[in-house]
């Protein structure tokens, strides 16, 4: 245990502490001026907006996707489901490459993302896609197939039949699925860095902006912001795992 | 991975039409922008892919990522190990904050790490005496390695604690009561029986170590040829020498070590169902 | 032989060996019987080393093994879940001892063989413990414990994961294997029929103590309390009595008792619920006039000639009553 504990604080601990502290150097009212100036301000505001409608669409599609790869049978879907795990494998960096090939100055499509935050919502979701899918897959397949019969057996079409009895059965792992896809979008940063463009007030993200700030040796105002996107990671994961735990509860509760 | 053994049905509209959305996604999402990399890559043939990876700058910037995740692997697999043990066989108070912990580098950006780092082991840090000794951490390797070893840290704990958990320790008892001293009953008998589990937390941990970017750039000085990492460089072919052709030709690389990963990761997770 | 003296082990508030103390005969064959939680598991883990005590000795053959390591022991240990190490071929598994003691290969082979043969595992022994059946890992685990030529034998719920037809087969056969290899061997076991079935010496443990130890008649014929008596077989209750259910006589009519029997303690009044006719055995389910539930076995004779169906009034009394110096409060009758 010593051993262990030992090396998560060297690792882990004392790097988040010294950055804890550096954040309160100035003080109480020093952290607020930091986290409050206007570009830090707004910077936090595109993060937490983007990463919010990249965690919607990855609810959705992540789900349809989830169902496709555990209901449906067609060729090549093992292939497919294997293609899913490709944005954890694939360095940040490269993703953003990959996406401005297709959507920057040199597209062969004609559709120009790099520097909008629509261009952020594609590299987050390309980089986030596994979250959900990943999380529902599992689930999907526990979920008893007689009880979906059943319900059919008792005059529920395949939709209310989904709505009411498959997709409670599935909220707790989508909530879940986009709490981890969300937190990974907040801080998110190789896969944006290319295809951002880095614009303050639009479509600079807090992680670059963070960097911007070490760039031009404001660490005080890196640490600050590097705090508040901590703890905004971390309140979201808290509060999804409570809302998922909930809603699992009550599932237990009325098998 | 989903079973293939119902048999095929005509499917419904409705699952015609899931599956071309679902489809159509991947496609858009994934499919086109790689295959669109990897065309402009081998447009020309592979002459100039080879060429483009084989400069000193390349070769150098290979080596230093393979030095990194030869640091980052050992350390991790040996750290790792002892944690998940303590995690599952210990009983001390704190053991869930320790869990907490283990988890921190899942959620902490990569930029983040990289302030932290620079705020501990900098020149103004607490630890910026190491400096004035003629130890330089920060924008140099030590640092790098301090960033990668911080991203990569969960996976093999992730990997190995459930297995020690569904082994329980029945069998480490089994062995003691044959006989084997604690030495032998790891060596023997624990090891082996986390082995896939091990294997497959080295397959991510090897491929994060690859792939790591943010972390990196943070701390690293960034001269080719000396502190730049394959994805440093595909950063800084693209930004600084605008030399699109290479970024794409460096990025082609590791996105072929990407799907190494992958093909070794859907190999063990097959290994590693059936043990 | 085995002496434990004085042995307590606490979780916390839980007492799991309240002032345990024992003495097992060497060559023989013990049960340690007794309800989940009782305490049993853990004093057949304390005396293997794989629980710490907080108090008292432990001693196998002589030595004091109180602070020795359980690999130090000399005791083969089986585990309910078998502990088979799932990476390593059966021959392997039986091997691991020996392999450990660094025995030269031959050795080995020659011994692992034989025990290979005696466990009946003879042909599988390429195979992995995925691949056997319960009852087949349950016996590698056998022949691995006994491959060390262990002082004792040590087996917690040997078959407790098992169905129970191959359970009754196993324990016959260790009762045989015990009676060809004669080490002192002690069975952990919730179920009574089991430790009947197969031990010379039955220890019953409840709520961390030993209630009773002795030979499987004795306990049964002359139990010392409540506990032991309902625990070891089958038990009816008459008013405060507890009564062993083959041990009740019922009659239609309460002139069939003798008038000394009568004055010695007068039949009960109940009603007959359900009759059930299993060969030679007769199980008649009664409620008394207090509304209490029991059941009286009789046999098929006494069946025959009282023609028992659900409804009939029946006088119950005990057979005989058991002699003053055997009894204690709750028995005496």
Redesign the interface.
Known sequence: ?G???L??SI?????????AV?SMENGVAGFIDAVTQPAALATLRITVTVSAIVALINVV?GT??A????????PG??F????????F??????AS??????YGP?S?IGIHLNATPAGLV?AL??VT?PFVVRAV?PVL?EVDREVEQAAHSLGAG?WTTFRRVVLPALTPAMISGAGLAF?RA?????SV??IGGNIPHETQV???Y??QQ?EIDR?VN??AV?VV??LI??LS?FVLRLWAGRTQRHEEQDA | ????T?K?QK??A??LI??T???V??FV??????G??LY?TFANGIGPFIDSITTPAAISAFNLSLLLVAIAVPLNVV?GV??SL??VR?R?PGRKL?QA??D??F???????????????GR???FGGLETLGIKVIYGIPGMA?AT??VT?PFVVREVEPVLREIGNDQEQAAATLGANPWQTFWRITLPSIRWGLTYGIVLTV?RA?????AVI?VSSGFPGVSQT??LL??AR??DDHN?YG??AA?TL??GL??L??LL??LLDRKRSHS | MIDVTDARKYYGDFTALDDVSLSIPAGSLTALLGPSGSGKSTLLRSIAGLETLDAGRVVISGDDVTDVPPQKRGIGFVFQHYAAFKHMTVRDNVAFGLTIRKRPKNEINRKVDELLEIVGLGGLQKRYPAQLSGGQRQRMALARALAVDPQVLLLDEPFGALDAKVRADLRQWLRRLHDEVHVTTVLVTHDQEEALDVADQIAVLNKGRIEQIGAPEDLYERPVNDFVMSFLGSVAKIGPHLVRPHDLRLERALERWSPEERAEMEPSKATVGRVVRLGFEVRVDLLDEAGERLSAEITRRDDERLALKAGDVVYVRPVRALPPEEAFPALAM
């Open positions: 245990m051993v262990a504990t090396w998560l690792i882990v601990l004392l790097p988040l502490a010294a950055l550096t599609m349809i996707v169902w496709v790869l555990v209901r449906d049978d067609f879907k093992r497919v489901n294997a293609t899913i795990d490709l944005p494998a694939l360095p940040t960096i490269v490459i990959v996406l401005l090939a297709l040199n062969p594609v979701t390309f896609l897959q397949m395949p937190a907040i801080g998110e940063y190789g860095v290319l807090a992680s670059q963070i960097q070490i660490p890196a640490a590097s996107l901590l990671s971390f994961l | 991975m989903t079973s293939t119902q095929r499917p419904s409705g699952t899931l599956r959305i679902a489809l996604y991947l999402l994934l499919a086109v922008p790689i669109l990399i402009r750290f002892i944690t303590a995690l210990g001390f320790l912990v283990v921190l580098p959620a902490v950006s990569p930029i983040v790490v990289g302030v932290a780092l620079i705020l501990l082991w103004d840090g607490w301090l070893i911080f840290l491929a690859l792939g790591e970017f943010g943070m394959l994805t595909v950063h693209y930004i699109t970024a794409y990025a590791l996105m990407a799907m990963t992958l990761m859907t």
